[in-house]
């Protein structure tokens, strides 16, 4: 082998040896709720994997009450928002911090109707993943989870 050879040899496996031990090494922290009435729920609002978050789908729920606000997809839309931000001030981010969007509606033909609320607030475009499904906890019409980078 020639020298060049080697060197890039030593150059891969540098990265695969530190890419591994990185991997290895990173804690995985389960946040509690900063919501009392959801301190019991069987998942987390958020989980952290070094400087990346993972938070749980968000409804169009005042979560004083419990109940999903009145209004239609839109109030359900800037209510779900609400509660990301909310989740997100616990540990010091903001919707700027969001990479990754993924939105449930429970009928596509609120589509356009729900993108002018969530256009409003997601300012910085993030990677995002929107379909219909047959039916949403609380027979909402919006879930929406985010993955956030610090």
């Known amino acids: 082998m020639k020298p060049f050879h080697y060197a890039l040899l030593w150059l891969l496996m540098s990265g695969v040896i530190a890419t591994t031990y990185a991997q290895e090494n990173t804690d995985i922290i389960f946040h509690k709720s900063h919501e009392p009435k959801k301190q019991n729920a069987p998942y987390s609002d958020a989980v952290q994997a070094g400087n990346t978050f993972y938070l ?3 409804l169009g729920m005042d979560q004083t009450t419990r109940t999903l606000v009145e209004g239609g997809i839109q109030a359900e839309t800037e209510q779900a928002i609400k509660n990301i931000e909310a989740v997100l001030g616990q540990h ?12 449930i509606l429970s009928d596509i033909s609120d589509f356009a109707a729900f993108n002018e609320v969530y256009a409003q607030y997601f300012t910085k475009k993030p990677a995002r993943t929107t379909f219909a499904a047959g039916g949403i906890a609380a027979n909402g019409k919006v879930e929406i989870d985010v993955i956030v980078v610090k």
């Open 92 to 103: 010091d981010l903001t919707l700027d911090n969001v990479v990754k969007c993924t939105v």
């Open 56 to 58: 749980a789908g968000q």
